[in-house]
């Protein structure tokens, strides 16, 4: 059974620094990795998806690396914002469709 | 594209009354899910359809909580009669059809927040 870890559970630093969130799996046999941002109360809004032949992806300030055979992916936000500040959750999909991370919840000090 | 729709945005209902939330998802969507979200933690999933079809409702509290999906497109969850202990967000969201060896992202709604007083 796919288990999905996420560390820290709680991050908290000054703007502008550069910041990496991790996402730990169990089953390496995962078909995608997808980083999603939730603001308090709100849906989810996806930031990136990895398909499991990629090594990462790149948005803006952000890149998503996934390592299967670790079962490892790291999701690093540079030059952070307060406008950052979110709960950030990531999800494994495969033959146990999709699993959820246990959210790492970062607050940006400006 | 346009994206995962829900309504309403908010409700606030008393214990043991009734409530229907509503989800349309991304045109094309075949796969729907609504999650449960409390506060503090990661989503839960209620139940899966493919098309108009029901994969997963393993986790669906069925003495009170029901979903349909009749023409395979729009969906309505609805909770009868409601306990305290549903407030939490309600989450819906689409996916293409499910692939072997290649499942498509997940594409999310804004959520209904549902306060039992």
């Known amino acids: 059974k796919q288990e999905v870890t996420q560390i820290p559970a709680a991050l908290s630093v000054p703007e502008g620094e550069n910041l990496v969130l991790n996402c730990s799996f169990t089953?390496?046999?995962?078909?995608?990795l997808q980083w999603f941002r939730q603001d308090p109360g709100k849906g989810l809004t996806s930031l990136l998806l990895i398909q499991s032949s990629q090594r990462e992806q790149t948005s803006g300030r952000l890149n998503a690396s996934l390592d299967k055979s670790s079962g490892r992916s790291t999701l690093y936000i540079a030059a952070s914002q307060p406008g950052d500040s979110a709960t950030y959750l990531c999800v494994t999909s495969g033959t146990y469709k999709y699993i959820f991370g246990t959210g790492t919840r970062l607050k940006v000090l400006a | 594209e346009a994206g995962v729709a829900q309504s309403p945005r908010y409700k606030i209902i008393e214990k043991r009354q009734s409530v229907a939330f509503w989800c349309n998802p991304i045109?094309?969507?075949?796969?729907l899910y609504w999650y449960q979200q409390i506060l503090g933690q990661g989503p839960k999933l209620l139940i899966q359809f493919q098309n108009n079809g029901v994969v997963d409702d393993s986790q669906l509290p069925k003495d009170r909580f029901s979903a349909e999906r009749l023409k395979g497109v729009d969906s309505t969850l609805k909770i009868q009669p409601a306990k305290l202990e549903d407030s939490a967000v309600y989450l819906c969201?689409?996916?293409?059809?499910?692939?072997?060896?290649?499942?498509?992202?997940?594409?999310f709604g804004n959520g209904t927040r549902l306060t039992v007083t």
């Open positions: 969201a689409s996916s293409e059809p499910l692939r072997t060896g290649d499942n498509s992202p997940l594409h």
């Open positions: 045109s094309g969507h075949a796969t």
């Open positions: 089953d390496s046999a995962i078909y995608n």
